[in-house]
DNA sequence: AGCACGCCGACT
DNA sequence: GTCGGCGTGCTC
């Protein structure tokens, strides 16, 4: 028998191993492992969307089978690496296959499915079914959009057959097509045409002229008009006389709209020169070793990327290179596109999903040989790669947060495994995991302590903001750090301040009675907006109005508390009215582009003082920065999670490194309410080795990663008392499967126990070495899958980044 | 996910 | 008796 094994769109447990259908004979020749087909799964006629993992001509199949239905490819979607390694990774993830390759491929390649009732005799139906149908034979149909007495009614007309539901699959990926044009007659032709042309006819000899210059050319038909300057109706009646045709013809998308200035290699320094030989021996080599590319800011880790990709292109290889987030760095963008031209591709958030997928189909046919993007451009399609690079790979967006959970780094290894070639993880404060990792030398240690041309780093001062509430009870900005922004802006220099909380106010307080507005959806007090005049729920996005009087005692006495970025730059307007402030934070870049702008007319001195929440500290470059404040550095120490430690003190770092890159000084202010602590201790003196080795002390005193693996498990449900019981039975299991070397904190609920009106409840493992866990974690998930379809869902997050 | 089947309480 | 509620199990 003809057969294909096809991993169906159903993600669940009992479905998450291939099914096998029969292949017809007129799809034989054509169907490919890696194809998108449909195959109708289940009673009642229903079709789906699968993926061939597997084909036999000559299969054996004990049962009854269906037949594919048809393809939605006409090449493969996913190739045998990917393939292979979607199977790994639901297992790496305890997710569902189907999953994984959905993540992969391009949002449109995953289909929508629709119904559609059709009657089949008008006669047979009542006239509350046929109103349905607004006089037409069929119509689209949802089930929740139905009234359930009238849904009964369609149920039994459809068992009598007088009804029939008809699902479909539809394939949202389609290729952008434009008008092409070809000529039809040869050049003698075009010419005895043109003389025989009347004199007025001044277009149409236009497009003769073309004709005979340009006779075995296909052009698109906007060419052709702008161009050349030929009207649309003249090619219409060039069509009519038998000049040319014109057919549809699938183009790419551009999304690069401006001009990328080429620029070249630069002249590396000693310890630059030796990271890129290091790394390309590994690509000529084929060695899947992993390099950590430790660098402070101003290192020019950049370079030694770009020269690294040079070299594996040279071998005739490709290279994938991750960022955090694209379009925080445009300055990156167009570093890589001016070094390799047209052979990038870019794969980010900024694209639509129409742009997503041309540039996904460019690098599937062998179009580009760099690829450059986000967490998701890990699975890009390229073969043959000789390096793949993870920029800043501590960053915490190279984790997914919802299922499929996976790890960039990890999907990366994996690659490099399949290619042989090098793995590079570079930053200025390497993750913990990945630095200890090179102390024991899995990875290898690629050092540049220099900043390019010797620039000292900026010189960062502390301010205890405890001494300063003492004698000026302002809490936002110190005096020096005001003297300072006062300096900066007569001698016309720019600044960045940092506060980590967007909003005006983070919560209103009744004085009368200590009430505090919450969310009614979430376990979180409620943001004050200014902007909107509302007060929003940061996590659900839910909004109302500012109260006038407190909702509990009905008090008018009601405070605002706590500051935000909306507040500190109407008082920093204030304090310096004569200065330009320009506000980044989520609320103002929500429009597409509205990063690259604000950044833009930063660069271009269009403002003085940049205020933004975190994302300020990313990548950005400007040279007449010269002061950096963080207004509180608090914000990120004081949450509930053992790396809180670790990200104050690489935010620190990194938005210290934004002052002072040129030729001028810079200088950075820290305010704190806990000038002592040693992340901000060591953020001050610039310092990562001594963090690195003061941080893994209290990881072992702690137990904590790297000394320990983790894994959390979380169940929730809208109530709170089924989520909390689940997971005390999932204790239990867990209790029984694994050896008592297993460290388990909770049940506990999550730090935000409500949200989005679900309740949270969480167990963290913490463990070195258990052989039993997979598969305990594997039994817990069949055994709970019945669960989900009563609302109660319980996750798996193996290696969280988030503890909260 | 979405459908069918089967078991139970409430109703003509 | 039967209708329709929901819980459970299966889909090549």
Redesign the pocket.
Known sequence: MNLA??I?D???M??N??????IPDELSDKIQNGMRVI????????K?QGIVADIDHNGD?D?????IDGLLDLDSALNDELLSMSKWMAKKTYSFQISCILTMLPSVMRAK?E?ELIINDKQDVDDEVLSLFDGANSIDF???DID??IL?KI??Y??EDKLT?R?KVNDKAKAKKVYAVKPIINSNQAQDELDKLRKNSKNLAKLLDYIINNNEVTITQRKLVNDFNIPESTIKSGIEKGWLTRFWQEEYRNPYEQEVKPNYPLKLNGDQQKAVDSISEATNNEQSDVFLLEGVTGSGKTEVYLQAIQKALENGKTALMLVPEISLTPQMVKRVKGRFGNKVAMLHSGLSSGEKYDEWRRINNGEADVVVGVRSAIFAPLNNIGIIIMDEEHEASYKQDDAPRYHTRDVAKWRCDYHNCPLVLGSATPSLESRARATKGVYKLLSLPKRINNQSLPEVRIIDMKEEIKTTGDEDFSQELLAAINNRLQKNEQIVLMLNRRGYSSFVMCRSCGFVLHCPNCDISLTLHMDSRTMKCHYCGHEEPIPNKCKNCGSKKIRYYGTGTQKVQEKLQNLVPNARILRMDVDTTRRKGAHEKILQKFGNHDADILLGTQMIAKGLDFPNVTLVGVLNADTSLDLPDFRSSERTFNLLTQVSGRAGRADKEGLVYIQTFNPDHYAIRLAQKQDYELFYRKEMSVRHQTNYPPYFFTVKITASDVNEAKAAAKMFEIQKILKAKLSDQALMLGPSPSSILKLKNKYYYQIIIKYKNEPNLSECLNYILNHYQ?D???GLYVNIDPDPLNFM
Do not use: C, H, M, N
């Open positions: 094994k096809v169906v159903v993600p669940t009992q479905t191993d291939p099914y096998t259908y029969l195959v109708p799964f289940g009673a009642g006629g229903r789906i199949f049962g009854e089978l269906k037949e499915y119904k949802k089930v929740e359930s007495t009964r149920i039994q459809r068992k539901v699902y019945k989900a379809q009563k």
